[in-house]
């Protein structure tokens, strides 16, 4: 027969690798498998979705200094992290990184007992700390406030406490060791108090062993700081919000924020505790581990090359997903692969083979990245494989370009199949937390039973599901921005262009995003540790108070009473003593155009503490309309065009606009609702959120606010209320926040009101120079027992230039406001602050 003269076809490359291969509607079921998986480990595992005790992100207003320490699987940083926040120069980071140190961890330290372990790195950390106080300039401080990332699984009831889970990472550390604990006791002896009178040691001595002690304020993961990393320098990019920390390094996983409702009661019971009004938590997904990886073998996707890794490991079937994209891996499985082809398929000798190829875990991640992914030409690969993978000495065999071809194509091959299943991890947990949409309407059969992964199905028919993002953005869609760090994704070439593109594919084929959302990675280089910097900063940094609602152009503060002039106008030094008592930033109430003028002078004045609102009081409602059709509307706009032109804009909001039928007098019903509406049209153009009054008028002020609030992505703010709790209830479903000040304390109706306003709707305020805090009031005097001293003060016919007038209101007394609202809601005063301070920057100030 002819075919016998025909030579036996060689062995193709191509189909051998055809297992690695995940076709993209796979990857797509995988996607809607892991979300559905996710949303039952979330509600019911112990081991996944573990709370990391955050309850919200950074703002990018943290500063002060803090001490960062990272534990990585092999070496261990200690940095001071700064924080500028608001004093960031331009084109340069926010965040600036001071006397850093690594040092690698020995292999002894990793398998010995912990105390050694952690009384060496009490020794690193010492040596970072006394080089900070070896500055002449820096001053003698007691203790310092620290953060410590891990990359191991942690759990936790709060921010500065942390127990080890157990781990596939090769430390011998107990899986109950109290990791905060065990650092403090390994620091201690560098301390001042263990040494009594320092100055009778040497200098030398003195230098390690009197040093201030540790605070620890934050203990998370890797991957919750390199999320909060980039979220704290986000607001510098317009449109776009921090979803997901990612890390693909020796290791894999991913922190997202999660609604509380959606975890299981007995992961939430610690945080409810300590915050009552929260509604979501930072989670550790721990995706790699065995229960949240059933995906993978469901589809088929793992191969025998994956099984014999997982089968030879230390820890078999502990995180078959690590195993199928940790970099602590991928060398091992390139070598399984490898080994394969060229023995099992070539038929190449073992003994003749190199020695790294036959041995396990002797092919390292870091070895394929830099020579066999790099871009030499296959001879010279072949050329530098011959020197660093060298073949036996009691064989022939050698590199060829052709041999050299191969194994960079079955590295790519690994890596590749690796970026698409992180890419498809990625976006079904978009999808668990309800970021984007997937729509996969063939039931799903899942240990034989079938499953509904139609998504899309389930939300758009689900009355009370509201998207994440509000679509109505001007200057384009949302982006939901992925932190990632790692050895893998940020170094092996071309992996981190994988991902992305593989996500693309993804949501491509999920079809459009509500809101035109799309997802992108975005590098937080060395995220693991200065993200524990910016949240030791979170957790109790030096956070100033943003003070909505001053009155500028109020008679008071130009020293007129009752039509007559008393003494000189000292806006200057309100300012002052507003700063003195931690108000950073404060908002100017536009009341008309005249007074958008008068307000504008003094932000000129003033710009790095001041903004202004733009917009007509209903009290001047009529005003509008006393001059010819829309002139008076038409200088509104083009001075609000001319002011967001300018970079930094001085407005920070479109009002103080709304309702007030108490006061009918200035203007009837019919001229403020038409004003509101006309004004709200303004609103929708500017993209400002909105600065609100309402009065004795919820329910048109509702009707019609809102057709306009889907329009207007950052909401707005109804300041100064002190209506009921039924109507704030109804105002906050809307979306809306509430700022409130001495006149919502009055009447017990009214604190019933406060006492009830969710904290992450809560914004605080004076409306200087009215609405003061009375302090001899007794339903409220018991909470400010503990307030600061006010400046002096005296009437306004005997002023002093530099101190208080009498019964006028300042912004000073934003502590007190303060010390009502924790008091009456039972929380602690800074965690009032905190969420005010969050609130009102992320809806006036980024």
């Known amino acids: 027969m002819a075919t016998s003269q025909i030579s036996p076809k060689e062995p193709s490359l191509k189909g051998f690798l055809q297992p690695l291969r995940v076709e993209l509607e796979t990857l797509y079921d995988l996607s809607c498998r892991l979300s559905s998986s996710y949303k039952k480990l979330a509600a019911e595992s112990s081991e996944h979705f573990i709370p990391t005790a955050l309850t919200r992100l950074p703002t990018g207003h943290e500063t002060g200094r803090y001490l960062a320490v990272y534990f990585g699987l092999y070496y261990l940083r200690v940095a001071f992290i700064d924080l500028l926040g608001d004093q960031q120069v331009e084109g340069h980071a926010r965040v600036r990184r001071t006397l850093e140190k690594a040092w690698p961890i020995s292999e002894h330290l990793r398998k010995d007992h912990s105390i050694d372990l952690f009384t060496w790195i009490g020794d690193c950390i010492a040596e970072v700390v006394a080089d900070r106080l070896a500055n002449p300039s820096e001053e003698r401080i007691d203790q310092i406030t620290t953060g410590i990332s891990f990359c191991l699984p942690i759990k936790q009831d709060s921010l500065d406490e942390a127990i080890l889970m157990p781990t596939g990472k090769g430390l011998s550390l107990n899986s109950d060791l109290n990791l905060r604990q065990a650092l403090l006791n390994g620091y201690a002896r560098h301390t001042y108090s263990t040494h009594g009178d320092e100055m009778n040691m040497p200098a030398k001595r003195r230098r390690l062993f009197s040093l201030p002690k540790l605070k620890v304020a934050v203990m998370i993961n890797d991957t919750t700081a390199t999320l909060a990393s980039l979220a704290y320098s986000i607001p510098s990019l317009p449109n776009t919000r921090v979803v997901m920390g990612l890390i693909v390094g020796a290791g894999c996983n991913a922190t997202v924020p999660m ?131 060298p073949p036996s000495i009691e064989g022939d ?25 992180v890419a498809s991890a990625v976006v079904g947990l978009l999808d668990c937390i309800d970021e984007v949409q997937l729509c ?103 956070i100033g108070e943003i003070k909505v609602a001053v009155t500028f152009t109020a008679d008071q503060f130009q020293g007129i009473y009752r039509g007559k002039q008393y003494h000189e106008p000292d806006f200057a030094e309100v300012l002052k003593r507003a700063r003195d008592h931690g108000c950073e930033k ?150 809306l926040e509430i700022s409130v000040n001495g006149v919502s304390f009055r009447t017990d109706e009214q604190l ?32 400010l027992e503990t307030a600061r001293p006010l400046p002096a003060s005296r009437k306004h016919n005997k002023f002093i230039l530099g101190q208080m007038v009498k019964t006028r209101n300042e912004s000073c007394f934003m502590e007190r406001v303060g010390l009502v609202v924790a008091g009456l809601k039972g929380v602690a005063l800074e965690e009032v602050v905190k969420v005010a301070w969050n609130n009102s920057s992320l809806m006036f100030w980024l």
């Open 259 to 389: 609604k509380l409702a959606d975890l299981h009661e007995s992961k939430t019971k610690s945080i409810l505790e300590k915050h009552p009004d929260a509604q979501e938590t930072l989670i550790s997904t721990e995706w790699t581990l065995s229960t949240a990886a059933a995906s993978f073998d469901e589809l088929g996707i793992r191969t025998k090359w994956d099984l014999q890794l997982d089968k030879n490991c230390k820890k078999p079937g502990f995180q078959p997903m690590e195993y199928m994209v940790g970099g602590g891996y991928t060398g091992e499985l390139v070598r399984i692969v490898c080994y394969d082809w060229f023995h099992g398929v070539l038929g190449i000798q073992r003994s003749k083979l190199p020695l790294k190829l036959v041995e396990e875990y002797s092919l390292s991640t870091d070895y394929l990245s830099l020579v066999v992914a790099s871009s030499l030409s296959d001879e010279r690969l072949a050329s530098e494989l011959s020197k660093t993978l």
């Open 586 to 735: 404060i908002m100017l109430t536009t009341m008309n155009l005249k007074g958008a003028k008068q307000n504008l002078q003094a932000v000129r004045e003033f710009p790095d503490m001041c903004k202004m609102t733009l917009g007509v009081h209903p009290y001047h409602a009529a005003e509008i309309y006393e001059q010819p059709e829309s002139e008076y509307l038409n200088s509104l706009r083009e001075l609000g065009e001319s002011l967001l032109a300018e970079k930094p804009s001085p407005l920070a909001a479109f009002g103080e606009i709304g309702l007030d039928y108490e006061y009918l007098d200035r203007a009837d019903k019919e001229t403020q609702q038409r004003a509101f509406r006309e004004q709200l049209e303004l609103a929708v153009q500017f993209q400002l959120p909105l600065f609100l009054h309402v009065r004795e008028s919820v329910e048109d002020f509702i009707s019609i606010i809102k057709p306009f609030l889907p329009k207007l992505p950052r909401g707005g703010l109804v300041h100064s209320f002190a209506g009921s709790k039924g109507e704030m209830l109804q105002l906050v479903e809307l979306g």
């Open 397 to 421: 065999w050698t590199w060829s370009p052709e041999y050299a071809r191969d194994i960079r194509a079955i590295a790519s091959a690994v890596q590749d199949r690796a970026a698409s299943l």
């Open 752 to 783: 019933e009101m406060v006492r009830n306003i969710p904290l992450d709707k809560l914004q605080l305020e004076t409306d200087a120079p009215w609405c003061e805090v009375l302090s001899n009031d007794p339903k409220i005097a018991a909470y």
């Open 440 to 542: 996969n309407k063939a039931p799903k059969r899942v240990n034989g039973e079938k499953i509904n992964t139609d998504t899309r199905a389930t939300k758009e028919t689900d009355s009370e599901s509201v998207p994440p993002s509000t679509p109505g953005w001007n200057s384009g869609p949302e982006e939901l921005a992925v932190a990632f760090s790692g050895g893998v994704i940020q170094h092996y070439p071309h992996y981190k262009e994988n991902v992305q593109r593989y996500i693309d594919r993804l949501l491509l084929r999920a079809g459009p995003q509500v809101g035109g959302k799309s997802v992108f990675l975005r590098e937080a280089s060395d995220g693991g540790i200065i993200g524990t910097g910016v949240l030791a900063g979170t957790a109790s940094g030096e």
